[in-house]
């Protein structure tokens, strides 16, 4: 059983907004803004979307944001298109002696 | 740009151990500010992080695999290794190598590879 809590899969269709959410603790998503997500298309590496909560890399679409609100923090797609049909995952430092936490995955379907 | 490629066996046999290499080119290895970083992926399943190391070789591991983890950096040929002993089918996954910023993300990642635990 993962550390965050995401939904198992979400869905929308082209144009459309979706929010994907996170949730832990305290001891992590709660207490620090070192939340990071994740993009994963099948057979391949995860790419970093959002890092510290809300940070956008070089490169990455403005339609993805980043929020939290208390021990939730968000992902919102905006605009959506074909291509952002993947998994997505959340992660974050946990002051536990865990030091990484992450989320179990959520499968975004393009309608 | 930074790149990652991890290499190793791509069987394993149970209780022994497995051994994975990740090469990182494009820039520098010992540069302060960030960790370098195991993470996993079983066969349609989540991600997990294994541990990571910076380049002075301090270590932090996961709990859940520390009694059998060792990661390991060699500054000299741009390369931090994994070995994770008696391996057991559960450990059969995608290994993936990453450069792990101070705040605990990881970008970017090696292509990963796929060990798999059988006899």
């Known amino acids: 059983q993962s550390a965050l809590t995401q939904p198992a899969s979400v869905s929308g269709s082209p144009g459309q907004s979706i929010t994907i959410s996170c949730t832990g603790t305290s001891s992590d998503v709660g207490g620090h803004n070192y939340v990071s997500w994740y993009q994963q298309y099948p057979g391949k590496a995860p790419k970093l979307m959002i890092y510290d909560v809300s940070n956008r890399p070089s490169g990455v679409s403005n339609r993805f944001s980043g929020s939290k609100s208390g021990n939730t923090a968000s992902l919102t797609i905006s605009g959506l298109q074909a291509e952002d049909e993947a998994d997505y995952y959340c992660?974050?430092?946990?002051?536990?002696?865990?030091?990484?936490?992450f989320g179990g995955g959520t499968k975004l379907t393009v309608l | 740009q930074l790149q990652l490629q991890e290499s190793g066996p791509g069987l394993v046999k149970p209780s022994e151990t497995l051994s994975l290499t990740c090469s990182v080119s494009g820039g520098s290895i010992t540069s302060s500010g960030y960790y370098w970083g195991w993470i996993r992926q079983p066969p349609g399943k989540g991600l997990e992080w294994i541990g990571s190391i910076y380049y002075t070789g301090s270590t932090f591991y996961n709990p859940s695999l520390w009694s059998r983890v060792t990661i390991s950096i060699d500054t000299s040929s741009k390369q931090f290794s994994l070995r994770l002993n008696s391996v057991t089918a559960a450990d059969t996954a995608v290994y993936y190598c990453a450069r792990n910023w101070g705040s605990w993300w990881f970008d970017p990642w090696g292509q990963g590879t796929l060990v798999t635990v059988s006899s």
């Open positions: 992660s974050s430092y946990t002051s536990s002696s865990t030091r990484v936490a």
